[in-house]
């Protein structure tokens, strides 16, 4: 999609609303993938990196400070190879939660509190000290994200 029609489509769309689960209203964004490279060239990238599978950089400088994000949606929460994880996202990989759009909305708008709902735990937090503030933001992220490499 070029970069005027996303501005074009998007606001009418951010006010879409759907019911979702046991009655929560949850917002659905018409997400854009090309926004969401963007946010997260300026955003992710001092803890974050892009590998592929065999090696190569495609985005970041090589922080290591979070996981490597490449492939997220197909692989389950916490089991980026070679990264040591908090306590809790090790917790949460142990019951094999694979990322969807809802599930990265919430997490990267609140880590912590994330956390300790999926775990049932006051205590629980993620080692990730950052917050994307609006969640169309995180949509578009999670746009983005999930079409790379497939
Ligand atoms: C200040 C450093 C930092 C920044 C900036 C940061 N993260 Fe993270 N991120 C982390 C750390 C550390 C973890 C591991 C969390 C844990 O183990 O509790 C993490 C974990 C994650 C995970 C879970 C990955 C998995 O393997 O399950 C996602 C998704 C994520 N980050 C997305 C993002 C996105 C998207 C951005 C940019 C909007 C971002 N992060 C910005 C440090 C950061």
Do not use: I
Not at 46 to 66: F, K, Q
Not at 93 to 116: I, K, N
Request: aromatic letters at 8%.
């Amino acid at each position: 999609m070029s970069g005027l029609m996303s501005k074009l489509v998007r606001p009418a769309a951010l006010f879409a609303m759907t019911m979702m689960g046991a009655g929560v209203a949850a917002p659905v964004f018409a997400a854009d993938p090309e926004a969401g490279a963007r946010s997260f060239a300026r955003q992710c990238t001092s803890c974050h990196v892009l590998r592929d599978d065999g090696g190569r950089m495609l985005v970041g400088t090589g922080a290591r400070t979070g996981p490597n994000l490449f492939g997220l949606a197909r692989r389950p929460a916490g089991t980026a190879e070679g990264f040591v994880y908090s306590t809790a996202m090790q917790q949460l990989a142990a019951r094999t939660m694979l990322w969807d759009e809802p599930s990265f909305v919430a997490f990267v708008t609140g880590p912590g509190p994330f956390l300790q709902q999926r775990l049932s735990d006051r205590r629980a937090n993620s080692r990730m000290a950052f917050v994307v503030s609006n969640p169309a933001d995180a949509a578009d992220l999670w746009a983005y994200l999930s079409g790379l490499g497939n």
